[in-house]
């Protein structure tokens, strides 16, 4: 069965620091990957998604992450955080050509001003 | 992307009872689906709801203990039945919608369900 790895479980940062948020999957196969974030009484919105082509992906508000085949991974990346970029991240990956979503436990990052 | 509405935002029910949860959408979508998001954990796909044909359960659920209706393309139910305290959780509903290369997954705020 797939499954999603996301090793950080909280995360503090001060505001400019650089982030890297781990995420790797079990899946041998094609895979669809995905980071969503949950800013704090919002919902659940796509922060990027990877399915082809260029490994390194970017996305909104500055966020990008790389996809590793080799290492079964697909971190996020944003260089310098702000105050707003507090929320929980869920990577999330579908595979073997089905729509099911199989999320990750979710990182809360804590930006500090 | 779409507009994905759910009601109610949030309920209070005893145990015992049900909850039905409705998720509407702005545009015609084939693919939606129900997850669980349960307290510090992360999200777990309950059913897939196509319109016209029957929810396909993950392991775990089951339709009299969830049952799903989808009676157009633009609107679905989800009914959590006979409520335990282990029900409380957040449900979502998300619709797949086509775009570009690959199809993705957007979905609605989420129904917070407590049960005492």
């Known amino acids: 069965a797939q499954s999603v790895s996301q090793h950080n479980h909280h995360v503090i940062l001060s505001e400019a620091a650089s982030l890297e948020l781990g995420c790797n999957y079990s899946y041998g196969g094609t895979v669809n990957l995905f980071w969503y974030v949950q800013y704090p009484g919002q919902h659940l919105q796509l922060l990027l998604k990877?399915?082809?082509?260029?490994?390194l992906v970017k996305g909104i508000k500055g966020f990008e992450a790389e996809f590793i085949k080799s290492k079964f991974s697909f971190n996020l990346r944003k260089p310098s955080v702000q105050w707003s970029d507090t929320a929980e991240y869920f990577c999330a990956v579908n595979a073997g050509g089905f729509q099911k979503l199989v999320f990750g436990t979710g990182t809360r990052l804590l930006v500090s001003p | 992307s779409a507009v994905i509405s759910q009601k109610p935002s949030r309920d209070i029910c005893q145990r015992g009872t049900s909850l039905t949860i409705q998720c509407q959408v702005d545009?015609?979508?084939?693919?939606m689906f129900w997850y669980r998001q349960q307290p510090g954990q992360s999200l777990t796909l309950i059913a897939t709801a196509n319109q016209g044909s029957e929810a396909t359960y993950e392991s775990g659920f089951v339709i009299d203990k969830f049952p799903i209706s989808r009676p157009n393309l633009t609107f679905s139910t989800l009914t959590v039945s006979n409520l335990s305290p282990e029900d409380s959780s957040i449900y979502l509903c998300?619709?797949?919608?086509?775009?570009?290369?690959?199809?993705?997954?957007?979905f609605g705020p989420g129904t917070r369900l407590t049960v005492l």
């Open positions: 545009s015609q979508v084939t693919m």
């Open positions: 998300s619709v797949e919608l086509a775009g570009g290369p690959t199809d993705t997954q957007y």
């Open positions: 990877y399915f082809s082509g260029d490994p």
